[in-house]
């Protein structure tokens, strides 16, 4: 069965206004794009390798949004692989509901909202062998902590695998003995570490980049919170020998990923959106040429949070048909998964921020957390579409003196809003259609989510209608003419 992931602790780094906890979420598979063992990496949070997510054959997100208390989970869909993606679906949901029932008040002082973030990488991918991680993030009002759990998979059984079945069950009595030798040393109690290992099993099981097993624990767990999260690493001779049939097939599957293809258990995949093959700009690019005089002109500005997602691409079809422009606030990690269709919107003409790596409130986070939030996202944009952003959007619209300081460094101004159609609330595209066109005036910034399937069936009556009122809608650095870093707007 999947491994659950826990949600105790606190720790140093705690890494939209409305008045409801209902929320939105939406899912669709992408198409694979290429990519070679050579790119993978270790996953900063959790230690494990970070593969490729598009050499799962139909890989795909899906998002779960919703305000007071703060909630942002993503987590993979995988079509040809349903009862993984399953189990994750049920672990999402069952941290989310969790988190409601402890968090359904405001925390202890009424001021800090409580904050559940989900993210994902992926570990592992052969035919043989994948491997998801999920990072759950919890802000309770005094400090964050990072939840880490890992859930394996055998494609050639469909089957949802437990974590300790990558390790040989002969072996597992000196595989525990290693690792609480190993703790204990780093403040451990070596009975909570045997209890962990006898009840669900550790919650992270994987490989590093070199190769090593990684077994790891959840801060108060198996120690004190002053140990910190604690982390076994096995490698050498012994280690083949450890290993099930299994751990062998995904220590290879993390060493050197490939496509995963389909699976005897695998369900219809999820047609994938149309994607622009051309790369080359069909339209002046924004901050150019063609550049319109908002001071003469009735202009607004149309900008959408949080992907790109599965319905990007459809998005993108409704406004190439339309000409019209917008400004995307991408997601670093939702850049990774769907890089083509960043490099599709850049290049029809759209403008592409930052909205951070994985929509954390940026204002919690230490410096150098919240900064790398900015730059690892520049570089995933960079990477997409050969140029930098200029612009970056918090999360949830939180800002403070360090977020404008980080932003300044990364050369992005921070733009706001002054509409806020609520398209995660109200799941209606006319609501929001009508809220967009009903409440615009020159010089308009116009919230929206691109996750949302009713915000983008809602965009050729957004942009009519906008229209018939007289505006023209142009990209957000259009709209402010030369915005500067650091500077925070809301509005022309």
């Not at 902590?145 to 394996?152: D, E, I, K, V």
């Not at 949080?306 to 850049?335: E, I, N, Y």
């Amino acid at each position: 069965m999947a491994t659950s992931l826990l949600l105790s602790g606190c720790s140093n780094d705690a890494s939209r206004p409305s008045d409801t906890s209902s929320g939105t979420a939406s899912a669709s598979a992408s198409s694979p794009r290429p990519s070679s063992s050579a790119s993978r990496t270790s996953d900063e949070t959790t230690g494990l390798t970070e593969v490729d997510p598009n050499l799962v054959t139909g890989f795909g997100t899906e998002t779960f949004s919703a305000f007071r208390p703060q909630i942002h989970q993503v987590w993979p869909v995988l079509p040809e692989q349903q009862p993984l993606g399953d189990a994750l679906r049920r672990g999402v949901e069952k941290r989310r509901a969790e988190f409601r029932d402890t968090y359904a008040t405001p925390p202890p002082g009424g001021k800090a909202i409580a904050e559940l973030n989900d993210t994902w990488s992926v570990t592992a991918a052969s035919p043989q062998a994948i491997g998801v991680a999920m990072v759950s993030y919890v802000f309770s009002g005094a400090g964050g902590a990072n939840a880490l759990g890992t859930t394996w998979y055998d494609p050639r059984s469909g089957t949802v695998l437990d974590n300790l079945d990558l390790i040989d069950r002969d072996a597992q009595d000196a595989v525990e003995s290693e690792v609480v030798r190993q703790l204990v040393q780093r403040g451990a109690d070596e009975s909570d570490v045997r209890e962990a290992f006898r009840g669900d099993g550790p919650p992270l099981v994987g490989f590093n980049p070199a190769g090593s097993l990684v077994i790891g624990f959840d801060e108060y767990q198996v120690g004190p919170g002053s140990a910190g999260r604690l982390v076994a690493t096995l490698d050498g001779d012994r280690l083949d020998g450890w290993l099930s049939d299994f751990g062998r097939a995904a220590r290879e599957a993390s060493l050197t990923p490939t496509q995963t293809g389909g699976s005897a258990s695998s369900a219809t995949p999820t047609p994938t959106p149309s994607a622009s093959p051309s790369t080359a700009p069909t339209t002046p690019t924004p901050g150019t040429t063609g550049r319109t005089d908002c001071s003469t002109v009735k202009c607004v500005a149309i900008t959408y949070d949080d992907g790109p997602g599965p319905h990007t691409a459809k998005l993108l079809d409704t406004l190439k048909r339309l000409d019209a422009r917008a400004t995307f606030f991408v997601l670093g990690q939702q850049v990774e998964a769907y890089p083509e269709v960043v490099k599709r919107a850049r290049s029809e003409g759209h403008e592409v921020g930052n909205h951070s790596y994985d929509h954390k409130d940026l204002t919690r986070l230490s410096a150098q957390t919240m900064t790398k939030q900015w730059t690892s996202t520049n570089r995933a944009i960079t990477s997409a579409t050969g140029s930098a952003p200029t612009l970056g959007r918090p999360p949830y619209g939180a800002v403070n003196g360090a977020v404008k300081s980080a932003a300044t460094e990364n050369g992005l101004a921070l733009v706001l809003w002054d509409v806020d159609t609520l398209d995660w609330k109200n799941r209606d595209s006319s609501k929001v259609a009508k809220t967009a066109v009903s409440q615009a005036k020159p010089g308009s910034i116009i919230l929206m989510h691109d996750i949302h399937p009713t915000t983008v069936a809602a965009a050729e009556d957004v942009v009519t209608g906008l229209r018939k009122r007289g505006f023209t809608l142009v990209t957000v650095s259009d709209l402010l003419d030369d915005p500067k870093p650091g500077k925070t707007y809301s509005r022309r």
